[in-house]
């Protein structure tokens, strides 16, 4: 089992950077993909980014590629998203998340409970 927490959201101006962490517990943090999710009010649960196990392929949602990176460190147990040119479209709750999957919500079997980052125009 893996329990998962996120830090580093706020409130941030447009064209700004924010770094969220996700800090997991449990021996078997290496065996699972990892995924950046993100829920804004009155819409779905979207995917962000993913990054395989060993840290070696990422995988980006069209609307954050080029802005976005995810990061893993499995000695550190930890995952990050780094994320440059902020723009208000980018105001949620982001989630992180750890399964076998790629892209989808269903597809990861463990959540955070999300931290609010907030892009002001």
């Known amino acids: 089992q893996v329990q998962l927490v996120e830090s580093g959201g706020g409130l941030v101006q447009a064209g700004g950077s924010l770094r969220l962490s996700c800090a997991a517990s449990g021996r078997t943090f290496s065996t699972y993909a990892m995924g950046w999710f993100r829920q804004a009010p009155g819409k779905e649960r979207e995917f962000v980014a993913r990054?395989?196990?060993?840290?070696?392929?990422?995988y980006y949602a069209d609307s954050v590629k080029g802005r976005f990176t995810i990061s893993r460190d499995n000695a550190k147990n930890s995952v990050w998203l780094q994320m440059n040119s902020l723009k208000p479209e980018d105001t949620a709750v982001y989630y992180c998340?750890?399964?076998?999957?790629?892209?989808?919500?269903?597809?990861?079997?463990?959540w955070g409970q999300g931290t609010q980052v907030t892009v002001s125009s």
């Open positions: 990054i395989n196990r060993l840290g070696a392929r990422t």
């Open positions: 998340a750890a399964g076998m999957g790629v892209s989808l919500v269903d597809e990861y079997e463990y």
